[in-house]
């Protein structure tokens, strides 16, 4: 299995001090070959940004059971990622649970979110979930082309079931994330690219300074109705990842397919 390291470059509102363009992406698939993460991000407001996803594009492409092989240690990603028919219509979806956050005065937080990427470019839905100013909080943000939207004044709750949906082809894209338990869905539609990639799992999120936030404590969390394409995810033998920390430290476990191959639990570790 072959894998390729990308990097994309994008511009990021800055609040209350203009227009910076933001590195996103992750310096390299292994805890080994990693530096500190990518930085550079723009900021709203104490909330910070989308931290970026890795790009590594598996090129295995075959149906069958989930790879066997261990999860790929990773600074920002923990989540399975298989690889699509360059320029083919993609679809991923899944559907999970807001956990119970134990928080403090720290300020941590991660995106637990599916997406479809490409060489140079994403579109992505997500929840931002994390300890702001020792309270829990949660909302829904997307990504179309690289450019994300955060939507901070529809905050969800723990508890609460969301489906997330990314859609793309080269005709165009659409990305969704859908509070089941309130009603509350945010919708974005752009141009499409030549898709590459489908993933879903956790990314990072960088804080206000641009710095990689830790991970909260959100005990298990499971991805469920996880499809690409309509298949089960682990019929695309996806390989799987796992977030550590810069010395190596497991933050973040990924667990292997329950039954079915659409849904696989992820699991706290270390902050």
Known sequence: MQVMQRIVTRACAVAAVGVALGTWAVPAASASGGGSAATGHGALGPVGKFAGHDWALTNDHAAGPAAAAAPISNRT??????????????????????????????????????????????????????????????????????????????????????????????????VQVADVTTGVTEQLTGAGFSTGAAYVGFDGWGNSSGQLMHVPSFGKLQFKSCLVDGKALASWRPQAYQRVNSVGTLQIATGAFWPGGTAFTTRYEHQ
């Open 77 to 174: 990603f923990a989540g399975y990622q298989t690889g699509v028919s360059a320029g083919s219509a993609t679809v991923v979806t899944s559907s999970f649970t807001l956990p119970v956050l134990s928080c403090t005065t720290v300020n941590l937080g991660i995106a637990a979110d599916a997406g479809v990427v490409a060489n140079n470019t994403g579109s992505i839905a997500g929840v931002f979930i994390g300890c702001l100013n020792g309270a829990a909080t949660y909302y829904p943000w997307l990504l179309v082309n690289g450019t994300e939207t955060d939507y901070p004044s529809s905050p969800f709750a723990a508890g609460n079931v969301i489906n997330l949906t990314a859609n793309v082809s080269t005709t165009g894209t659409t």
